[in-house]
């Protein structure tokens, strides 16, 4: 974990048998950092969900958060504007081949958020 960021589990159970949603929240302003995974893979795509928790402090913007590859911010991020708490914007960033860190920075935002549904993928070498 790092400042003010927390892994969450969202319960959104109709039964016990059900699965729990884990969550990356960005309570506050946080840089969260993914790495130590294999750099041979080409053709690689970053894909996440995120909501906001509020849109009382103006709206949010989804260009107002930074993502980095290999300490290099990646553009493509749309100025996609978030109106309500309950909507998921769905992401997908291509990543430079070999990457082996990523870097979700909320530093800019103006509203806590939640990561979900985190994935990476790409072709083996």
């Known amino acids: 974990t790092t400042a003010g960021i927390q892994i969450s589990t969202i319960t959104k159970r109709e039964s016990p048998d059900d699965p729990q949603d884990a969550s990356v929240w ?25 909501a906001t928790s509020t849109t009382t402090n103006g709206p949010f913007y989804l260009n107002t958060m930074i993502v980095k590859a290999n300490d290099v911010e990646l553009p493509g991020l749309p100025h996609y504007e978030f109106s309500n708490t309950t909507q998921f914007y769905a992401v997908n960033l291509p990543l430079p081949n070999g990457t082996t860190k990523i870097e979700l920075d909320g530093t800019n935002l103006t509203a806590s958020f939640r990561i979900d549904n985190i994935k990476i993928s790409g072709l083996k070498n």
Not at 26 to 50: H, N, Q, R
């Open 26 to 50: 960005f309570a506050t302003k946080g840089i969260m950092t993914i790495s130590g995974f294999d750099a041979g893979y080409t053709d690689m795509i970053l894909s996440f969900d995120v």
